[in-house]
Every structure is written in C-alpha cells, then in structure tokens.
C-alpha cells in the first residue's frame, strides 16, 4: 500500500508536530514563566479556541482580520479562532463586571494566524502572556514590563531589551510634521525593518504624504535612546506625558531593569487595540520581536461598555526558546523492565506499579525482544535503570538493577522493591 501522499504526511502550511523533545521543553517553559507570573499575583486564565468573529473582527485592525481563521459551524454561526487572548479576556471580563479590580490574568496558549508562514513566523504557535485590567496608573506600566523582562531572565535571556514608545507621543510627532496620524499610518510604519526604507516611503506617498515629509518622519522614528531619557525626548511634544513617562522609568528603576529599556519612536505596533505606552522585546541576536504589548484603554469598554483602563504583553513562545537556545528537553525514562520468562511477567508488573506509586516512570517489555535487543534500545532511547527478573532473581526473590549510566549492577530484594524501595 503506497500510504498517504507525501505532502498529506506534513502538517498543514504554517503549523507543525512537536517532538517529546520538543513538546517537554514547551512544558518547562510553561512551568516557568507560570509560576513567574504567579509569583507577580497574576492568575491563569483559558478561554474556547473558537470565538465569535463578530468579537474578533471587532478591534483587529484590517491586516489582523483579514489572518482571521473564519468558518461557520453547522447551524451557521460565524465564527473564527482567536489570533491573541487579550480580545478573549475583554469579551470575558465585559460578562464578568464584578471581578475585583485590577484584575492579574495570564495564559500560556495557543491562537492562530493565517499568517505567511517563514522563519518564527507560524500559523498556530503559542503565547505567554498578561493582561492588568483597571489601573490607569504609570505603575501598573511599569509592572507589565519588569514582568515581560523578568520572564525573559527566566528563560535564560541576558541580553535582552524591551522597546518603548506611546501612541499619543507617536500621534503629536506626526501632527508636528502636518501628518494626520492614522490607523494606516501606523501600519505602514510597524512595516519597518520587515520592507526596505523605499518600500516604506513609497507606501506613505501612497497614503498622501510627500517624499520629503515621509523622509523626515522616517529619520525622526530613528532616533532611539535609552528609556532615563525619553522624558526629555517626550517633553518637547507633551509636558504631561513626559512626567508619566518619567513615572514608569523611576518604577523601573526600582525593579532594576531599567537598563534594558529603549525608548524608540520607531516602535507603533500593527494592532488597532493600543491607546498609549506600547512596546516589543528583542533577546539577543534574534531579529524578530519575541513579544509586544501596551496599554489598551478603550478595548474592554468596547465590549462591556464600562471605561476600563488596561495593558499587557504577549511572548511568541517558539521565537523566546529559539532566542533563549531551547530546542529540547530530555525525559529520560526511569526504569525499562524485562521480565526474561513468562511467569516474571506479573512479578515485572507488580516491580512496575510499585514504582509508579513511587513517582518513577517505569516500561514493562512485551515480550517482543531478546534480552540484548530490549538492552541496545534502553541505551539509545535514554533509560536511567534497567531491571531483569530471571528464573534466578525469581527464586532467589530478587531483582537484578542495572544502572546505564555507570554500567552497574545491584541486586535488590523484591519485599524492598514492592514496599516502595
Ligand atoms: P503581536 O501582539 O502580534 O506583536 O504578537 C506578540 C508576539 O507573538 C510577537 O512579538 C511574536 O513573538 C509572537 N508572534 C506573532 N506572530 C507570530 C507568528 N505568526 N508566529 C510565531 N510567533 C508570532
């Protein structure tokens, strides 16, 4: 039978299988940054796949929309599956009004983009991430981003630096340069660094600025500087904002990751949803961003139509573990069993069961392999202990340890084994 056609083997375009490797080192990942925010009083949320797309589509943003998964079901409601969990958790907290606030969410989960797939860029990937709902405070800012940086020291990242800018700032810049600030504006500028300078040019003359003005917001947005000076910066376009600003960067000071923070103009993010401080995080040499985030204020009152202030971030899980170098995570089996005839069976069953209570993870053999055959595998698969049960370990009421490592062998009575050894 000649099987399924090769390009059916694969997964569809843009997701992919993950390994035990790598599916482990997900977990631990996982086991981290959770208890990281944990540790910050955030607790874990999880909402459906599948949301409304009424609800999605709501404040995507024309690009976000159109990588929408959209289907109907079968009595025809349309639907799509979430491309972020901060729209999820508006449309959950506009039901659930009495949740005290500042509500401290965070998930660890999948969504979806019909994205074009390339390097770290997938159509299902997974994202870690927070959301700080009902507090308008620069500290609640600050917060969110000495927790984005905190989770990518947990991982192992050093070298690392979060980018910031604030939509308002971003909007008093273009209007200084006679430049209405837009929705379209600010798409084509997130567009920096992925098209070349040109591209970007000739796309803003498409928006009706002259070349010379979009030379010059060009050249503006590239003045980057570390975050101690962005009031400065900011004060030559808004008082107010630069004493907020000011605000967040002594908060950060205090968290002690005030280091790894830029203020650049150049950073506006893609998504309609952000009202204010917006930001993304770079690891290393890695080139793309491994998370973004802000300050959203009108996105939960669009929904419950109660003014809720909020901000958090989103880390693309795959990119932070390729920056952080984590490709897998070995599991190694604890103990391989081999019961050499077919009455040590139930007595391999019984050893193995005891060590199960104990914790361990233990295989019992099948029966299909010799001795050597089950012995080769256990070394190239990773198994910490092998244990044979003989005719004379049965009557001798032992049974023989083997240690793969160290290449030892203990004998070790079976009352001791079965009593929790
Ligand atoms: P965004 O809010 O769109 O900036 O997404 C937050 C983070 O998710 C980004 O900084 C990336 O690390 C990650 N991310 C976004 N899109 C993708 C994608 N198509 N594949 C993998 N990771 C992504």
Not at 361 to 367: E, F, I, N, P, Y
Not at 410 to 421: T, Y
Request: glycine share 8%; hydrophobic share 40%; aromatic share 10%.
């Amino acid at each position: 039978m000649p099987g399924l056609e090769d390009s059916l083997r694969r997964p569809v375009r843009g997701m992919r299988d993950l390994t035990p490797e790598y599916y482990y080192a997900l977990r631990r990942v996982e086991e981290v940054l959770s208890r990281l925010a944990e540790s910050f009083g955030y607790r874990r949320i999880e909402t459906p796949a599948v949301e409304h797309f009424e609800v999605l589509a709501k404040k995507a943003g024309r690009d976000i929309v159109n990588e929408i998964y959209y289907f109907r079901d079968k009595a025809g409601r349309e639907l799509g599956l979430r491309f972020d969990m901060t729209v999820p958790v508006a449309r959950m907290l506009s039901y659930r009004l009495d949740e005290p606030k500042p509500v401290r969410w965070f998930y660890f989960t999948k969504v979806w983009r019909y994205d074009e797939p390339q390097h770290g860029r997938y159509r299902e990937f997974y994202q870690f991430g927070v959301e700080l709902v009902g507090s308008a405070s620069p500290r609640a800012d600050a917060e969110v981003l000495a927790l984005m940086a905190r989770a990518i020291e947990a991982v192992g990242v050093g070298d690392y630096v979060i980018r910031i800018n604030d939509r308002r700032v971003a909007d008093r810049m273009l209007l200084s340069l006679g430049i209405k600030p837009s929705e379209e504006i600010y798409r084509v500028l997130d567009k920096r660094g992925k098209v070349s300078e040109e591209e970007l040019i000739s796309m803003l003359m498409g928006l009706g600025i002259d070349r010379e003005k979009a030379s010059e917001l060009l050249s503006l947005i590239s003045a980057a500087v570390p975050y101690a000076e962005a009031p400065e910066v900011i004060s030559k376009y808004d008082g107010e904002l630069a004493e907020r600003h000011s605000a967040v960067a002594k908060a950060l000071e205090a968290f002690g990751v005030l280091d790894h923070m830029a203020w650049d103009p150049s950073i506006v993010r893609g998504l309609d949803y952000y009202t204010g401080i917006v930001f993304e995080a770079f690891a290393g040499r890695y080139k793309l961003a491994v998370g973004g985030g802000g300050r959203y204020d009108d996105l939960i009152e669009l929904y419950s139509g109660i003014k809720t202030p909020a901000l958090g971030f989103a880390i693309g899980v795959e990119r932070l573990m390729e920056a952080a170098g984590i490709e897998k995570a070995e599991n190694p089996l604890d103990y391989y069993i081999y019961p050499v005839s077919g009455e040590a069976y139930g007595v391999a069953v019984e050893v193995a069961e005891a060590l199960r209570a104990k914790g361990a993870s233990a295989v019992v053999d099948l029966g299909e392999w010799s001795l050597r055959e089950a012995l080769e595998r256990a070394a190239k698969t990773g198994v910490r202990h092998f244990i044979i049960i003989g005719k004379k370990e049965l009557e001798k009421g032992v049974v023989k340890i083997r240690d793969m490592a160290k290449r030892e062998e203990v004998e070790v009575e079976l009352s001791r084994i079965k009593a929790g050894l």
